[in-house]
């Protein structure tokens, strides 16, 4: 048997090792946000996805209202196919709208929920309808390359009939 | 056509002795089982080994801490994102300096004084005199340190990690100036306790392995003369802090590289 002292020592130190893990994980990681819990779970088809990723927070007004569980492609209609799970405590009427927005200028990006006006609510395992892609770099430049190209065609040619 | 077969014994060499390394490593595996039936010698070397580490791995996360908070404040404020100070200090340490930085200051402190004390142990002739009574010394003498080992460095991590994150704290709240509310908010928000934590903490254990088993191998395998024993003590650090350098770029490469 070890010494009675070093023991001690022994038992401190594994202490003092897990409550350094604790204080981590409470005050400098994510772990105070809820966990599973009580949520339920909506889908919601986007024709693009764009940066979305795993766990990315939903919110409703700003205010995190949950999670964003798993991304999949429908083999059938190639939609994006995003399942949310929400906090049991805010129910969404049944026509409520879901945006992927960027949180800031370049920050990462959340789902971003709309409250509807009708009276049902969305029940667990419902679709949300009404969704918004999110924006894509390439095609914001490409269209304002072909506006751009629009205008000065139209200007030149009503240059030339003049 | 002498350095041919010279190339050849070489080689044959290095084999010889990757194939007796992981020999060893299976046998002492299998030794790990016997020795937890008593647990005192399990205890008086987490004590060995982690106890006394304490101090230099405190020590050493507060410094790193303290410098990377100033360092990345030099860097951030060129664009004014200083309120991410604590969110990049804090996934620097507890992805990477954390439990790399810990395994070589592990290594050095630690993996040496493991060497040493069995490498004199064979040359004192006491694991002869052991193997003679039919005590089987994986169970007595190394097993224990392997154990001790592999649940030391991963506590001593999370203190590098979290002293770390406190030294941030003190320079960025303390002297900077930064807001005390978003330093732990933005970490909060920015920091997976599964994929950054959880994933430091299983590749701190990784290296607790890696650490223990070189340097109980060194120690085991060396000549029972004083040069010897120096000789494998230089080569444990060296050994396991290569081997430690190239897990982590794997380790992180299969961890981090999708979201």
């Given at each position: 048997m070890a010494k009675k002292g070093v023991e001690v020592m022994v038992g401190l130190?594994?202490?003092?090792?897990?409550?350094?893990?604790?204080?981590?994980?409470?005050?400098?990681?994510?772990?105070?946000?809820?966990?599973?819990g009580d949520t339920y779970t909506v889908m919601a088809r986007f024709d693009n996805i764009g940066g979305l990723k795993s766990r990315a927070p939903v919110r409703s007004a700003g205010v995190l209202v949950g999670r964003v569980?798993?991304?999949?492609?429908d083999p059938k209609t190639f939609q994006g196919v995003v399942k949310l799970a929400i906090e049991r405590s805010f129910q969404?009427?049944?026509?409520?709208?879901?945006?992927?927005?960027?949180?800031?200028?370049?920050g990462d990006q959340y789902v971003g929920l709309e409250a509807g006006y009708e009276e049902d609510v969305l029940a667990p395992g419902g679709t949300i309808k009404q969704t918004q892609s999110a924006v894509v770099l390439e095609n914001l430049i490409g269209q304002f390359l072909f506006n751009k190209a629009a205008d000065s065609g139209s200007s030149a040619g009503q240059g030339e009939k003049k | 056509?002498?350095?041919?077969?010279?190339?050849?014994?070489?080689?044959?060499?290095?084999?010889?002795?990757?194939?007796?390394?992981?020999?060893?490593?299976?046998?002492?595996?299998?030794?790990?089982?016997?020795?937890?039936?008593?647990?005192?010698?399990?205890?008086?070397?987490?004590?060995?080994?982690?106890?006394?580490?304490?101090?230099?791995?405190?020590?050493s996360g507060l410094a790193v801490g303290f410098v990377l908070a100033l360092q990345m404040y030099y860097a951030l404020v060129t664009y004014g994102a200083v309120e991410s100070l604590g969110l990049i200090v804090n996934l620097s340490l507890v992805r990477e300096l954390g439990p790399v930085v810990t395994a070589l200051l592990f290594a050095g402190r630690a993996g040496t004084s493991l060497t040493a004390e069995i490498g004199l142990m064979k040359a004192g002739e006491q694991i002869a005199a052991m193997e003679l009574m039919a005590i089987d010394p994986r169970v007595r003498v190394l097993a224990p340190r392997f154990i001790g080992g592999i649940v030391s460095l991963p506590l001593l991590t999370i203190l590098f990690s979290a002293i770390g994150i406190l030294g941030a704290w003190v320079v960025?709240?303390?002297?900077?100036?930064?807001?005390?509310?978003?330093?732990?908010?933005?970490?909060?928000?920015?920091?997976?306790?599964?994929?950054?934590?959880?994933?430091?903490?299983?590749?701190?254990?990784?290296f607790g392995v890696i650490c223990t088993a070189v340097a109980l191998y060194q120690g085991y395998e060396t000549e029972a003369t004083p040069e010897g024993v120096a000789y494998a003590t230089t080569r444990t650090v060296v050994i396991s802090s290569l081997a430690v350098l190239g897990m982590d770029f794997i380790l992180t490469a299969m961890m981090f590289s999708t979201p």
């Open positions: 130190f594994v202490l003092l090792g897990l409550v350094g893990l604790v204080f981590i994980a409470l005050k400098a990681a994510n772990l105070s946000s809820f966990s599973s569980t798993s991304i999949s492609l969404f009427p049944k026509d409520s709208s879901a945006k992927i927005l960027t949180s800031g200028l370049l | 056509m002498n350095w041919l077969a010279a190339l050849g014994v070489r080689s044959l060499a290095v084999l010889y002795r990757w194939g007796h390394a992981a020999i060893f490593f299976i046998t002492l595996l299998r030794a790990v089982p016997a020795s937890l039936r008593r647990i005192g010698p399990v205890i008086t070397q987490i004590h060995a080994i982690g106890n006394r580490s304490l101090l230099i791995i405190l020590a960025a709240v303390g002297l900077i100036g930064v807001d005390a509310g978003n330093f732990w908010s933005i970490q909060q928000n920015g920091v997976d306790v599964w994929r950054d934590l959880g994933n430091g903490v299983v590749k701190s254990a990784v």
